[in-house]
């Protein structure tokens, strides 16, 4: 049985461990759990991230897997990992004022390094690096990004999903993500993009070639392919679903055919990953020899300790109590800042926003309760407003008393792609005459289109006596207003019009021109500067 030298008491030395172990994680918990439950959230409702449940469960195993090494090393600390708890902090205050989730899930994966770092030393970190990068893939995208990236998935797989219906000799039209089967239309949505095999499959295939025992560009190659191999089989789900529908009816493309679709394909990717190393394996053999297909990618089981072994003496290193003392004076002083008592605003309720803005007569609308759930705003208007004819425009003002991580105003470009709607053109443009504390009115002109349906948006964001159209400058203002001013409100404003097929783009700018001139100087009783 391994024993301690120099008589050290082993239950003393266990008991130091867990207390040392134990703190950081508490305060952890403390300070990240509203990045840990916005985690567990995607984790659950979103079937491209449902794999993160595995993520931390897999690097464990990953370090278990060199547990004999460890166990020989002497833990000296490294005062380079405090660097990064302090790095990693600052990240988590960065992230929490300027509402950015991501910033804060970066900040939890740097936190772990970093306490790991100053407990274990440079020699540990060489053999459990790879563990903690692989934590990275439990994140999620941010969704602007992510529904950019689903958009261009859902585009490319339909034109190769309509390409090979076509090699059947079948009639097909492609309109954007809907195909056009004659008696049948389908609509490559967003679950349809590939991203629920994509995510999955990328961090498979870290692990594949993290195992395999090959030259760094194959062990690469075999990471990369994982998103052509996501395209391509995506796309041969598209087309074989399109077949089905054209001989078997529409039912063959819903329910749990569907489904069982979706489980063969991801199946079919992993062979495919695996296929790609079992011919790297093949083509080594003509220069390294007789090789396995087994013995190239295998599971290393740690090997049991040697009986003579001698645990080395080891004590709990400084750089790691300065890690969790810096810790826990952020918990202690964290809640303060958030505290700070706010001046009460001036201001007027956007529900009451008037329904007639000079020859424009509105109707207030009202959102479904699960829509108000996850803009978490505090009051808002939308409506559509006719000013003569048939000259209409949707207008929405949505207003954030205070604006936290997961709590902030939601850009148009993030949910338009939701709705099915493709962003054509992205323009930012002044509006002569118009002022908002100030300052010339710029706002982001979208040409959006689905189908044969075309329109055009206005939007902006009032924070805070500023007039922004960047959704990054948001974020930073709102950080640094959080920090400088202790304020955090802001509003966002939309304004849509439908472009009928008889007009021009130019006559729905006419339109919201028209209407924003005279709605814009009625937002400053909403909004405060």
């Not at 695996?274 to 083509?283: I, Q, T, Y």
């Not at 918990?331 to 803005?357: C, G, K, N, Y």
């Not at 706002?443 to 964001?461: A, E, M, P, S, T």
């Amino acid at each position: 049985m391994p024993h301690f030298p120099n008589g050290m008491n082993e239950k003393r030395f266990f008991v130091t461990l867990a207390v040392a172990l134990g703190i950081p994680f508490l305060l952890i918990g403390i300070l990240y759990w509203p990045g840990i439950a916005d985690l567990l959230r995607d984790w659950n409702s979103r079937e491209e991230y449902s794999h993160g449940y595995f993520i931390p469960l897999v690097g464990l195993l990953l370090v278990w897997q060199k547990w004999p090494t460890l166990a020989q090393m002497r833990f000296s600390g490294a005062w380079f990992g405090l660097g990064l708890v302090i790095a990693a902090l600052l990240l988590l205050l960065i992230g929490q004022l300027s509402t950015i989730f991501l910033v804060v899930h970066v900040s939890l994966i740097l936190l772990l390094t970093g306490l790991v770092w100053a407990f274990a030393g440079f020699g540990a970190m060489r053999i459990i690096w790879v563990p903690l990068i692989y934590l990275v893939f439990m994140i999620p995208f941010p969704p602007f990004l992510h529904n950019q990236l689903s958009l261009s998935l859902q585009l490319l797989s339909s034109e190769i999903g309509v390409w090979f219906i076509r090699l059947f000799g079948i009639s097909v039209f492609l309109e954007g993500n809907v195909i056009d089967l004659g008696s049948y239309q389908l609509q490559v949505v967003d679950a349809c993009s590939g991203l629920r095999y994509l995510f999955p499959l990328m961090s498979f295939g870290f692990l594949i070639a993290y195992f395999f025992k090959a030259p760094w560009w194959q062990r690469l190659i075999v990471f990369v392919s994982t998103v052509p191999i996501t395209v391509a089989m995506n796309s041969f789900r598209i087309g074989v679903t399109g077949l089905l529908v054209e001989y078997f009816g529409i039912g063959a493309a819903e329910g749990f055919l569907h489904d069982f679709e979706g489980w063969i394909i991801f199946m079919a990717c992993t062979a495919l990953l695996l296929a790609e190393v079992w011919l790297f394996v093949r083509f080594s053999r003509l220069f390294q020899g007789d090789r396995s297909f087994s013995a190239a990618l295998a599971l290393d089981w740690p090997d049991p300790l040697p009986a003579d072994f001698v645990r080395p003496e080891r004590s709990v290193p400084k750089p790691f109590w300065a890690a969790v003392a810096l810790l826990a004076l952020t918990a202690i002083t964290m809640p303060f800042l958030q505290a700070r008592p706010v001046e009460p605003l001036e201001r007027e309720s956007l529900t009451v926003f008037p329904e007639e803005v000079g020859p424009w007569e509105g109707t207030p609308e009202i959102l479904q309760d699960n829509i108000l759930k996850s803009l978490d705003l505090t009051d808002y208007f939308i409506g559509d407003f006719i000013g003569g004819g048939d000259r209409r425009v949707n207008f929405y003002a949505a207003f954030y008393d205070s604006q936290g991580a997961g709590e902030s105003a939601h850009s148009p470009r993030s949910c338009i792609p939701g709705g099915g709607w493709k962003i054509e053109d992205l323009q930012r443009i002044t509006l002569d005459g118009l002022f908002v504390a100030g300052q010339p009115l710029r706002v982001n002109r979208l040409k959006i289109q689905r189908g044969d349906d075309k329109q055009l948006v206005y939007y902006w964001f009032q924070q805070r006596g500023r007039v922004l159209t960047n959704e990054y400058a948001v974020k930073w203002f709102l950080f640094w207003d959080a920090l400088i001013r202790n304020r955090t409100d802001g509003a966002l404003v939309r304004l849509t019009t439908a472009i009928q097929p008889w007009e021009d783009w130019s006559d729905g700018d006419r339109r919201l021109r028209g209407f924003a001139a005279l709605a814009v100087p009625e937002l400053g009783r909403f909004i405060p500067d």
